[in-house]
């Protein structure tokens, strides 16, 4: 059943002649209602003792009264065009309205999507600059490649070697100075214990200073990493040797106590 609405606005607009008609329809509509109401109760079934079994027909009388709806066409409640005027005016009124609102949502939408493609924009730009600055530089790494030839290569390597053998020579130097500064050899006792062990300074005679046995332990490893173990003779001051392997310098073989290598530094 349609219904039709007129606000107090729209009522007053209004002709006496149609608000009288107006009114009524509704109340002839109304006694209508009442009636079908007064109808459905008198013809409610009797509470069964299945439950189940009458929502089940309840279920079968709603489905047949909307098919029966389904095919009834829609009349109008009333003629009186004056009526049916206001009533288009008010539904076109919030027709306008919620226009209004779905307008302002998409401009709010529009203005947030502008905003996301300026900045995508933007990022592209930056990217492409980024793209040119990139291939400029292969470019230009390109060309200085082309221009060095073999010989300008083979001499700056040589350079490089030659800047590694003086680097090497001054470490070289500085940790003899180190060593012989808090390290001295054992041929440097005093002149008193040089008096009370004539035999020992004999027995320092051959023995190589503490530079010496790194330097015999490093050139090992680097000649022969597959075997950098060193034999400890009678030149090894023991000492010497005793330090390198309880400051974890040096480490000894496991199946031979005669030989020692140098630590794996990682």
């Given at each position: 059943?349609?219904?039709?609405?007129?606000?107090?606005?729209?009522?007053?607009?209004?002709?006496?002649?149609?608000?009288?008609?107006?009114?009524?329809?509704?109340?002839?509509?109304?006694?209508?209602?009442?009636?079908?109401?007064?109808?459905?109760?008198?013809?409610?079934?009797?509470?069964?003792?299945?439950?189940?079994?009458?929502?089940?027909?309840?279920?079968?009388?709603?489905?047949?009264?909307?098919?029966?709806?389904?095919?009834?066409?829609?009349?109008?409640?009333?003629?009186?065009?004056?009526?049916?005027?206001?009533?288009?005016?008010?539904?076109?009124?919030?027709?306008?309205?919620?226009?209004?609102?779905?307008?302002?949502?998409?401009?709010?939408?529009?203005?947030?999507?502008?905003?996301?493609?300026?900045?995508?924009?933007?990022w592209l730009e930056e990217k492409k600059q980024a793209l040119i600055a990139a291939n400029d530089h292969v470019e230009r790494l390109q060309t200085?490649?082309?221009?060095?030839?073999?010989?300008?290569?083979?001499?700056?390597?040589?350079?490089?070697?030659?800047?590694?053998?003086?680097?090497?020579?001054?470490?070289?130097?500085?940790?003899?100075?180190?060593?012989?500064?808090?390290?001295?050899?054992?041929?440097?006792?005093?002149?008193?214990?040089?008096?009370?062990?004539?035999?020992?300074?004999?027995?320092?005679?051959?023995?190589?200073?503490?530079?010496?046995?790194?330097?015999?332990?490093?050139?090992?490893?680097?000649?022969?990493?597959?075997?950098?173990?060193?034999?400890?003779?009678?030149?090894?001051?023991?000492?010497?040797?005793?330090?390198?392997?309880?400051?974890?310098?040096a480490v000894r073989h496991q199946g031979n106590n005669f030989k020692i290598r140098l630590e794996t530094f990682c």
């Amino acid at each position: 059943m349609a219904e039709v609405k007129l606000g107090g606005q729209a009522a007053a607009e209004l002709s006496e002649a149609a608000q009288g008609e107006l009114m009524e329809q509704c109340e002839e509509q109304f006694a209508q209602l009442e009636k079908l109401q007064n109808e459905m109760i008198l013809c409610e079934p009797e509470c069964c003792e299945n439950p189940q079994e009458q929502a089940v027909n309840r279920l079968m009388a709603t489905e047949a009264e909307l098919k029966q709806w389904l095919t009834v066409e829609p009349e109008l409640l009333i003629s009186n065009s004056e009526v049916l005027l206001q009533a288009g005016k008010e539904e076109m009124l919030k027709l306008c309205s919620e226009l209004e609102m779905v307008v302002s949502c998409h401009e709010a939408k529009r203005d947030k999507l502008r905003e996301t493609k300026e900045l995508e924009q933007k990022w592209l730009e930056e990217k492409k600059q980024a793209l040119i600055a990139a291939n400029d530089h292969v470019e230009r790494l390109q060309t200085e490649k082309g221009k060095l030839s073999e010989q300008s290569i083979l001499q700056d390597t040589k350079a490089k070697i030659q800047k590694m053998k003086v680097y090497h020579e001054r470490l070289m130097e500085a940790l003899g100075d180190v060593l012989e500064k808090h390290v001295p050899p054992p041929q440097n006792e005093s002149a008193a214990n040089r008096k009370k062990k004539n035999i020992t300074q004999e027995l320092h005679k051959d023995l190589i200073s503490l530079n010496e046995i790194l330097e015999l332990l490093m050139n090992k490893v680097l000649n022969t990493p597959h075997d950098p173990y060193v034999t400890v003779d009678d030149t090894f001051w023991p000492p010497y040797t005793e330090m390198l392997l309880r400051y974890g310098i040096a480490v000894r073989h496991q199946g031979n106590n005669f030989k020692i290598r140098l630590e794996t530094f990682c």
